[in-house]
């Protein structure tokens, strides 16, 4: 079992940043992939960062990729999500997931752990 509280969402305008942190607990001793995920109201759950915390190996859709960037403190247990230039699209409720299985999806498939979101909205 892993828990996972999200945290560092707010309000900013639109070329702004946030940094939000996604805190591990529970069985967090071997590798695992995390993922941030968003989803806005009338729109499908997407993944907008991967990590694998037994490397450096991270991922992005090119949707993000260049204005997000996800990183780890392995001694924190902690994964962070920064983001720069961001713009209205990029708002709704971001969630961290853990994956142990061998493969995963954009989609969250894959991703058996979740937290319970934390609000980013983006105003113009």
């Known amino acids: 079992q892993v828990q996972l509280v999200e945290s560092g969402g707010g309000s900013v305008q639109a070329g702004g940043s946030l940094r939000l942190s996604c805190a591990a607990s529970?069985?967090?001793?071997?590798?695992?992939?995390v993922g941030w995920f968003r989803q806005s109201p009338g729109k499908e759950r997407e993944g907008v960062a991967n990590?694998?915390?037994?490397?450096?190996?991270?991922y992005y859709p090119d949707s993000v990729k260049g204005r997000f960037t996800i990183s780890q403190d392995n001694a924190k247990n902690t994964v962070y999500l920064q983001m720069n230039s961001l713009k209205p699209e990029d708002t709704g409720m971001y969630y961290c997931?853990?994956?142990?299985?061998?493969?995963?999806?954009?989609?969250?498939?894959?991703?058996?752990?979740w937290g319970q979101g934390t609000q980013v909205t983006v105003s113009s």
């Open positions: 997931a853990a994956s142990f299985a061998s493969r995963w999806y954009w989609d969250g498939r894959g991703f058996d752990y």
């Open positions: 990590i694998w915390t037994g490397g450096s190996l991270t």
């Open positions: 529970g069985s967090t001793y071997s590798g695992y992939f």
